[in-house]
């Protein structure tokens, strides 16, 4: 019977691996993608040249020298959103890449413990796309404003006879915006931005004015996916509480002590995981925010990230406690392995190795599921700041979060999840089901489009890792779930382009199988009194 289990997972995992590779053939060969994708840029200039282009402009206007350079990854996602959508790579890439980038590098000058210029690079030729300097004084006359704007574009070798000028909002009465008159992206003009404050020019942005159609559509997506979001939280949330309820209830049948270390593994990997993101939260400011107080909102967000993750932590021990008494219906403690367990060290090789196996036919599904959803559902994604690699400090730390995020969601999910829907439902697909759809709201926040793509992509995926959970146990679950994170993002690690990070994505994609062998040994040495 095992043997048979066996075959079958290793067909499994050979059906993934022929998926993948079918799928991503061409990427794989030729290192493109799909004609109409967006991929994240790589860089052709280093995050140190992109600040001394941006302290060689401040000086250029007089600014001085001497400033802290903090350097930050943006993208502009509505842009990249619209490229893709109206199928419009080749004329964007061919006609405005250069200047109106989908990704950049924006530098933050500080002089004595504030931000005074922010200076928008160009990633591949270093060319300055943008700027601005801390506040200069009130907007003054529209006419002798609009002379000293068109004066500065004019300097800077630009026909303002091909544009014309779009009429100024009381909102920014500094503002003064030139569109082109003939220079669209199917239909969406290149617009030049230049602000006027104190008798002088404070900021110069290029653009391309997204349709109307378009941004309707991308708003009404994000209320649908924060509304999904919020719903994860709610129901979440109610989960949380049911599990401590529960715990108490149960207290006198509950070994307390179990999923202490999972828990605190969680919550310090999590915490690091926020600090090391400390320039991705930069991203995430609110357009109408003052851009020269992001370490401010930088730090709210890292502060309010680890409250967040404490609590989860909570949700996380109670969901694993609660299951111990609660999941007898579905296989209870046969389903976790614990330290004094006999067979602790064998079964973590063995879940390993499963883990191996059907992360390998997962992978392979979603590559499917994603391909299938661009081509009969029109999906695409675009690039996230907030998440990006070169938004953080140590990007080598990133795949921790593989294990946090396998732990956390594989006990809430499913150890906690499908014990209290299988007493709700007394049906065992339910159980798997409702959960993993929960689970799945909470992925719809990331920017692929439209959103319920990644619905059924996630649910379909965390169906798998129900079934997993109930055939081989907790274990298997979170090996399964860390494996394929790990792959995904040691990926992304060896996508930055140097032999140190494939190095450090190969490492962390066999991390599970040499912290299963180690776990085995360590048990076989130290084995307590078997139970």
């Known amino acids: 019977m095992k043997l048979q289990q066996r075959f079958r997972l290793e067909t499994l995992a050979v059906i993934g691996i022929l998926l993948f590779a079918v799928i991503n053939w061409q990427t794989l060969r030729t290192g493109s993608e799909q004609p109409n994708a967006i991929p994240e840029t790589r860089p052709a200039i280093s995050k140190e040249a992109a600040a001394e282009k941006a302290e060689a402009l401040a000086a250029s206007m007089g600014g001085g020298s001497g400033f802290v350079p903090s350097v930050i990854y943006h993208t502009n996602r509505l842009l990249s959103g619209y490229v893709q959508q109206e199928k419009l790579a080749a004329d964007y890439k061919a006609r405005f890449a250069s200047r109106v980038p989908v990704d950049y590098y924006r530098v933050e000058l500080a002089a004595g413990g504030r931000i005074v210029y922010i200076v928008d690079i160009n990633m591949t030729d270093g060319g300055v796309i943008g700027w601005e300097k801390a506040g200069s004084g009130e907007a003054g006359s529209r006419e002798a404003g609009r002379k000293i ?25 500094e503002r003064f915006v030139y569109e082109h008159r003939t ?17 002088e020019v404070t900021a110069f942005h290029q653009d391309i004015r997204i349709p109307n159609r378009f941004l309707a559509w991308i708003d009404q997506q994000d209320r649908l996916a924060a509304e999904m979001t919020q719903w994860n939280l709610a129901i979440s949330s109610l989960m949380g509480v049911a599990a401590i309820v529960l715990a108490v209830k149960f207290r006198r049948q509950i070994p307390f002590t179990r999923g202490i270390l999972l828990t605190a593994a969680f919550l310090g990997i999590y915490v690091m995981h926020n600090i090391n993101s400390f320039s991705a939260f930069k991203t995430l400011m609110p357009e109408t925010a003052d851009p020269f107080q992001s370490d401010f909102y930088a730090w709210t967000y890292v502060i309010l990230m680890c409250v967040i993750a404490a609590l989860m932590a909570a949700v996380l021990y109670f969901s694993i406690a609660a299951s111990a008494p609660y999941g007898e219906g579905i296989g209870g403690n046969a389903l976790w392995t614990g330290w004094r367990d006999k067979h602790f060290g064998d079964e973590m090789a063995a879940s390993m190795k499963r883990g191996y196996m059907l992360a390998c036919f997962m992978l392979g599904l979603q590559s499917l599921l994603f391909f299938t959803a661009e081509q009969r559902f029109g999906m695409w994604a675009v690039n996230d700041p907030s998440g990006s690699l070169y938004n953080m400090a140590r990007p080598e730390l990133f795949p921790l979060m593989a294990w946090a995020a396998a732990i956390s969601e594989e006990a809430i999910y499913r150890v906690f999840g499908i014990a209290i829907f299988k007493k709700l439902f007394r049906n065992t697909f339910a159980a798997v089901l409702v959960p993993s759809v929960i689970w799945a709201l909470s992925h719809t926040q990331y920017s692929i489009y439209p959103v319920y793509t990644r619905l059924i992509e996630v649910t379909i995926l965390g169906i798998i890792l129900g079934y997993a959970y109930l055939k081989y146990g907790f274990a298997t679950a979170v090996f399964t779930h860390a494996i ?5 993002m040691g990926f992304a690690l060896a996508g930055l382009g140097s032999t ?32």
């Not at 500065?152 to 909102?171: I, K, N, V």
């Not at 199917?186 to 008798?199: C, K």
């Not at 394929?484 to 995904?488: H, I, P, R, T, V």
């Not at 450090?504 to 307590?528: C, E, N, S, T, V």
Request: glycine content about 8%.
């Open 484 to 488: 394929l994170n790990s792959a995904l």
């Open 500 to 531: 140190y990070y494939l190095a450090i994505g190969l490492l962390y994609i066999a991390f599970p199988a040499a912290a299963a062998f180690g776990l085995r040994m360590l048990h076989q040495r130290l084995r307590p009194k078997a139970t």
């Open 183 to 199: 220079d669209h992206l199917n239909g969406a003009p290149y617009r030049l931005i230049a602000e006027v404050r104190g008798g």
């Open 149 to 173: 704007a068109e004066a500065y574009l004019q300097a800077r070798g630009h026909d303002l006879s091909e544009y014309r000028l779009e009429r100024q909002t009381q909102q920014h009465p």
